[in-house]
């Protein structure tokens, strides 16, 4: 199992990125894929989830209306589309694969988004 995560980077507020983890070692379509982040001092938070087929999303409360999360399972990728950024949106992003139908998960390595003037 490998993940790819790129997009990360400095960037000033308001600003946009464009996170992707591009996964190999696994039936990709068969996971729910999420984007969690970390930020220094604070616990892992779920940001966004996409199901497998991508029919259906959810957000936290904090980026909604902010953030995009999107896949194309025929690339075995998925994407987390970040607008409007602020400064509370610095932390380390990280891609998370959970099986459909069992107790299995797979993390990415995680990127850096820093929001900073």
């Known amino acids: 199992v490998q993940f790819v995560e790129s997009g990360g980077g400095l960037v000033q507020p308001g600003g946009s990125l464009r996170l992707s983890c591009a996964a190999s070692?696994?039936?990709?379509?068969?996971?729910?894929m999420s984007w969690y982040r970390q930020a220094p001092g604070k616990e892992r938070e779920q940001v966004a989830g996409?199901?497998?087929?991508?029919?259906?999303?959810n957000y936290a409360d904090s980026v909604k209306g902010r953030f995009t999360i999107s896949r194309d399972n025929a690339k075995n990728t998925v994407y987390l589309q970040m607008n409007s950024l602020k400064p509370e949106d610095t932390a380390v992003y990280y891609c998370?694969?959970?099986?459909?139908?069992?107790?299995?998960?797979?993390w990415g390595q995680g990127t850096q988004v820093t929001v900073s003037s």
């Open positions: 998370r694969a959970r099986l459909m139908y069992g107790p299995v998960e797979h």
């Open positions: 070692g696994f039936t990709f379509s068969n996971y729910h």
């Open positions: 996409i199901s497998s087929a991508g029919g259906s999303t």
